[in-house]
């Protein structure tokens, strides 16, 4: 709720306490002339004016149907910000609650998608695996000038875990919090024909399933998917359940207030 300001001729009409009476009547409410009338013990003549007033302050406004013979009085949303200031901290509650789930889905997304931390790739058929450390922000795109070649290994009585080894131990991978990433929480990706690109003297990373079983020229990208950001997730995620339930609660007091 925005923030309430009050003029000169707002005061003036808050100095009468029938006026506050008034206004403590209408709290989450439509009410006729008349109905406002028995609440307040004002007759109707007196009340009219009074209700001309708070209207021409914005206080209250009045609602007219077409067709239809009675005007019902309401509350302006200055008139609620004056009897329920804790409206706009509500307002700020729910505010931070929707930003933390926010930043609970971003991470979550971060984490499933992984970081590209590495390349290995043979070609034309050579025994030979080329290494390059990368830098990038998922695992779907290498950019050629983000690579640096680390070095070469034997196809001959490899795995991946060999691969993460060597990658690891030529590289400092860290994750978001400037902590080493130990090489078991490396994982390895083929790369998709749609993903091919060029590598130093025009030779191409090819497609693969996997360096462990094929002998073909293929490629295999290095990601890992950042544990921090799951637990940023997860905590964000907590934290919007915690405040969604604090808001609505105090929702439900202030709204509780007004019957």
């Known amino acids: 709720m925005p923030k309430v300001t009050l003029d000169r001729e707002t005061f003036k009409a808050l100095a009468s306490d029938t006026r506050l009476d008034i206004l403590r009547a209408l709290d989450g409410k439509n ?85 590209v931390v590495g390349l290995a790739s043979t070609f034309g058929g050579s025994d030979t695996i080329h290494m390059w450390a990368a830098e990038g922000n998922n695992v779907n795109t290498v950019m050629v000038d983000s690579l640096r070649y680390i070095g070469n290994i034997s196809v001959q009585n490899n795995s991946l875990s060999k691969l993460s ?25 083929a790369f998709n024909e749609a993903e091919k690109v060029a590598i130093g003297g025009g030779d191409s990373l090819l497609k693969g399933e996997s360096l462990a079983d094929s002998s073909n020229a293929q490629s295999m990208v290095a990601f890992i998917q950042d544990p921090v950001l799951l637990y940023i997730a997860i905590g964000c995620i907590i934290l919007f359940m915690v405040l969604l339930s ?7 007091e202030n709204k509780a207030q007004k019957i």
């Open 31 to 115: 009410m006729s002339l008349n109905d406002i009338c028995r609440a307040t013990n004002l007759n109707k003549a007196t009340l009219h004016e009074h209700l001309t007033k708070l209207n021409e302050v914005g206080l209250i406004k009045k609602n007219e149907r077409e067709g239809h013979k009675w005007v019902y009085y309401r509350l302006t949303w200055k008139g609620e910000g004056l009897l329920h200031p804790e409206n706009s901290r509500i307002v700020v509650l729910f505010s931070i609650t929707f930003i933390s789930l926010f930043v609970g889905i971003i991470q979550l997304i971060n984490f499933a998608r992984g970081r």
């Open 165 to 189: 080894m060597f990658l690891n131990k030529n590289t400092i991978i860290k994750n978001i919090l400037g902590q080493q990433v130990n090489y078991s929480d490396i994982k390895w990706n």
């Open 246 to 252: 604090i808001g609505i609660w105090r929702l439900w």
